[in-house]
């Protein structure tokens, strides 16, 4: 059984910082794509940021455009972890946000049935 687990998360005030980060447990896999999203209550999963990699290490990430310049996602290969960092957090960034892990090739991957894997969530809250 392969699980995605999320730290990081908490209560920040708007316009301070908060990093989270992604890890795989369990069964071990291989995956060169992995995203961010979150979900707020009484709406649906959002993208926020992607990030694929190759074994040469280039790597590229694809921000939603309302975290763009804000939010930086980001790999460490040695732990095999995915981090987010959100800066200037605003109240509309308060979700619960969810990693994942995409094994195959799919068109987009800023949809959330591109992705294989879901971590159980971790909340951000943000406070004005």
């Known amino acids: 059984q392969v699980q995605l687990v999320e730290s990081g998360g908490g209560s920040v005030q708007a316009g301070g910082p908060l990093s989270l980060s992604c890890a795989p447990s369990?069964?071990?896999?291989?995956?060169?794509?992995m995203g961010w999203f979150r979900q707020a209550p009484g709406k649906e999963r959002e993208f926020v940021a992607h990030?694929?990699?190759?074994?040469?290490?280039?790597?590229?990430?694809y921000y939603a455009d309302n975290v763009k310049g804000r939010f930086t996602i980001s790999r460490d290969n040695a732990k095999n972890t995915v981090y987010l960092q959100m800066n200037s957090l605003k109240p509309e960034d308060t979700a619960v946000y969810y990693c994942?892990?995409?094994?195959?090739?799919?068109?987009?991957?800023?949809?959330?049935?591109?992705?294989?894997?879901w971590g159980q969530g971790t909340q951000v809250t943000v406070s004005s």
């Open positions: 994942a892990a995409a094994l195959s090739y799919f068109s987009d991957y800023a949809v959330p049935r591109a992705y294989d894997y």
């Open positions: 990030i694929k990699w190759s074994t040469t290490k280039w790597s590229t990430t």
């Open positions: 369990g069964r071990t896999f291989s995956s060169s794509i």
